[in-house]
């Protein structure tokens, strides 16, 4: 199934992957395609802010929505530049106006993220007071997100050990980005929807991986109404999704799907019966399996 994504998964980048030769469980030579991680510094002006683990793609889109997800980016800033130094591995975000996030860059909590996601500062931070609008979700739309998105040739079929997310409108994947981390990949998406002024109230973000707390809250930061994944969920996800009114939909399988808040705002328009199961995904010779 072809999607025509604005930025879909480039598979075909040789930087994004290495060739590693090893020995299988019978002792036989083995090549395995494996991911390349690459540190990415991330300044604010002359700040220096965090030093992310990361693939190394569109680090632009990276730094800016990890700044804005950890809220030393206002929506309505200005931005004169972003330089990346691709030698130095690093980049260098410029705003109009001068930033208060020095006390932010003292409290730094570690989360569980994937690749040592940071989270600054207070993490409730910034959602006192939100409340996402009340779109409502066909599970029709969600059926044909999850076989699109399942089913598109990614570097997590070609080489493993990444997470996807994807952001989509109504059953439209629309800009799916990977990394290490999930955190990352949300982080990218972010960032696109800073610099092309995307509206997110419209909008579902898929995630594969766990729909932890961080990923609430980046997801309730960016006005996205709608998380969805494949995988599960954590009590304090659970709790702050029901607290700024995300619509919460995890275990995607098949026909299958949980909701654990935002109920209400689904409307079941689609028999699962006539859903088929998922398909296998075949991954390409010498992929590395997780």
């Given at each position: 199934?072809?999607?025509?994504?604005?930025?879909?998964?480039?598979?075909?980048?040789?930087?994004?992957?290495?060739?590693?030769?090893?020995?299988?469980?019978?002792?036989?030579?083995?090549?395995?395609?494996?991911?390349?991680?690459?540190?990415?510094?991330?300044?604010?002006?002359?700040?220096?802010?965090?030093?992310?683990?990361?693939?190394?793609?569109?680090?632009?889109?990276?730094?800016?929505?990890?700044?804005?997800?950890?809220?030393?980016?206002?929506?309505?800033?200005?931005?004169?530049?972003?330089?990346?130094?691709?030698?130095?591995e690093v980049v260098v975000v410029r705003t109009e106006s001068r930033t208060t996030y020095e006390e932010k860059v003292r409290k730094k909590t570690r989360t569980s993220g994937c690749a040592?996601?940071?989270?600054?500062?207070?993490?409730?931070?910034?959602?006192?007071?939100?409340?996402?609008?009340?779109?409502?979700?066909?599970?029709?739309?969600?059926?044909?997100?999850?076989?699109?998105?399942?089913?598109?040739?990614?570097?997590?079929?070609?080489?493993?050990?990444?997470?996807?997310?994807?952001?989509?409108?109504?059953?439209?994947?629309?800009?799916?980005?990977?990394?290490?981390?999930?955190?990352?990949?949300?982080?990218?998406?972010?960032?696109?929807?800073?610099?092309?002024?995307?509206?997110?109230?419209?909008?579902?973000?898929?995630?594969?991986?766990?729909?932890?707390?961080?990923?609430?809250?980046?997801?309730?930061?960016m006005g996205i109404p709608v998380l969805a994944s494949r995988s599960g969920f954590t009590a304090w996800g659970v709790e702050i999704a029901r607290q700024v009114g995300l619509t919460l939909?995890?275990?995607?399988?098949?026909?299958?799907?949980?909701?654990?808040?935002?109920?209400?705002?689904?409307?079941?328009?689609?028999?699962?019966?006539?859903?088929?199961?998922?398909?296998?995904?075949?991954?390409?010779?010498?992929?590395?399996?997780?």
């Amino acid at each position: 199934m072809a999607v025509d994504y604005l930025i879909g998964p480039n598979i075909e980048n040789r930087r994004l992957t290495r060739s590693v030769t090893g020995v299988d469980y019978n002792g036989e030579p083995v090549v395995l395609s494996v991911v390349e991680e690459r540190p990415l510094t991330i300044y604010l002006n002359s700040q220096e802010v965090v030093t992310a683990m990361t693939i190394g793609d569109y680090p632009e889109y990276l730094a800016l929505g990890f700044l804005r997800n950890q809220g030393m980016l206002d929506p309505a800033e200005t931005v004169t530049g972003i330089d990346y130094d691709e030698e130095l591995e690093v980049v260098v975000v410029r705003t109009e106006s001068r930033t208060t996030y020095e006390e932010k860059v003292r409290k730094k909590t570690r989360t569980s993220g994937c690749a040592v996601g940071t989270v600054f500062g207070d993490m409730m931070e910034g959602l006192q007071g939100l409340t996402l609008p009340a779109a409502p979700v066909r599970t029709s739309w969600l059926y044909a997100l999850a076989r699109a998105i399942n089913m598109t040739p990614s570097l997590y079929l070609e080489a493993g050990a990444v997470h996807g997310t994807v952001l989509c409108k109504e059953d439209k994947p629309l800009v799916y980005m990977e990394d290490v981390g999930r955190h990352n990949a949300v982080d990218k998406i972010a960032g696109w929807m800073f610099l092309e002024k995307a509206s997110p109230e419209d909008k579902i973000l898929y995630t594969t991986g766990r729909l932890t707390s961080e990923m609430v809250i980046k997801t309730a930061m960016m006005g996205i109404p709608v998380l969805a994944s494949r995988s599960g969920f954590t009590a304090w996800g659970v709790e702050i999704a029901r607290q700024v009114g995300l619509t919460l939909i995890g275990r995607m399988r098949g026909k299958r799907f949980v909701c654990l808040s935002g109920e209400d705002r689904l409307i079941r328009d689609a028999d699962p019966e006539t859903v088929p199961e998922d398909e296998k995904r075949h991954r390409r010779k010498g992929a590395l399996i997780d």
